[in-house]
T-cell receptor, first 114, second 114 residues
Framework: DTAVSQTPKYLVTQMGNDKSIKCEQNLGHDTMYWYKQDSKKFLKIMFSYNNKELIINETVPNRFSPKSPDKAHLNLHINSLELGDSAVYFC?????????????FGPGTRLTVT | SQQGEEDPQALSIQEGENATMNCSYKTSINNLQWYRQNSGRGLVHLILIRSNEREKHSGRLRVTLDTSKKSSSLLITASRAADTASYFCATGRGRGGTASKLTFGTGTRLQVTL
């Protein structure tokens, strides 16, 4: 069974559209993350939720809004997509409560904005 | 500024040889982790070393940490073609920072040829 899953795997859309990426983890972890990996493979954290509460919110445009309906899900909604949003977005999870900081990553969602 | 810088950016070796990658960082850390990313896939956690540890082993992997020099190295012994991937170091903050908030390095692309 997949530990951290993301949908969709690929997303091609036009500038100005609104899109969502979904993430689910079945590991029972209490913390989930969204990362953005650019074309140079640089990986940067965007958001982190612990038990549905936002704990990390990096300098990300307001067009990006995470939503955590429960501990196992963290979705990312992007409004008014721009060309610069094209990247691979990764979801990850960890069990921070036990001091375990290893993160488990999803397969990624490749977003292409045209 | 970016936390982790890795060296070399790319490494090409033959199967059976050892591969060494280095990571340097700038601020105090709680932990340092190494991840592998195969082309087009998500990141896979390899090993975590805490700031009070100096060396750690896992199978063919050996990680060292020198907090005085703010550097770490990852050694892969007896490399295999399947080890071909990008390797990233990531640091979790210390001293009031969020240990689970990882800052990733630029990555080393390892190519293992037959």
């Amino acid at each position: 069974d997949t530990a951290v899953s993301q949908t969709p795997k690929y997303l091609v859309t036009q500038m100005g559209n609104d899109k969502s990426i979904k993430c689910e983890q079945n590991l029972g972890h209490d913390t989930m993350y969204w990362y953005k990996q650019d074309s140079k493979k640089f990986l940067k954290i965007m958001f982190s939720y612990n038990n549905k509460e936002l704990i990390i919110n990096e300098t990300v445009p307001n067009r990006f809004s995470p939503k955590s309906p429960d501990k196992a899900h963290l979705n990312l909604h992007i409004n008014s997509l721009e060309l610069g949003d094209s990247a691979v977005y990764f979801c990850a999870s960890s069990q921070e409560r036990l001091g375990s900081y290893e993160q488990y990553f999803g397969p990624g969602t490749r977003l292409t904005v045209t | 500024s970016q936390q982790g810088e890795e060296d070399p950016q790319a490494l090409s070796i033959q199967e059976g040889e050892n591969a060494t990658m280095n990571c340097s960082y700038k601020t105090s850390i709680n932990n340092l982790q190494w991840y592998r990313q195969n082309s087009g896939r998500g990141l896979v956690h390899l090993i975590l070393i805490r700031s009070n540890e100096r060396e750690k082993h896992s199978g063919r992997l050996r990680v060292t940490l020198d907090t005085s020099k703010k550097s770490s190295s990852l050694l892969i012994t007896a490399s295999r073609a399947a080890d071909t991937a990008s390797y990233f170091c990531a640091t979790g903050r210390g001293r009031g920072g969020t240990a689970s908030k990882l800052t990733f390095g630029t990555g080393t692309r390892l190519q293992v040829t037959l």
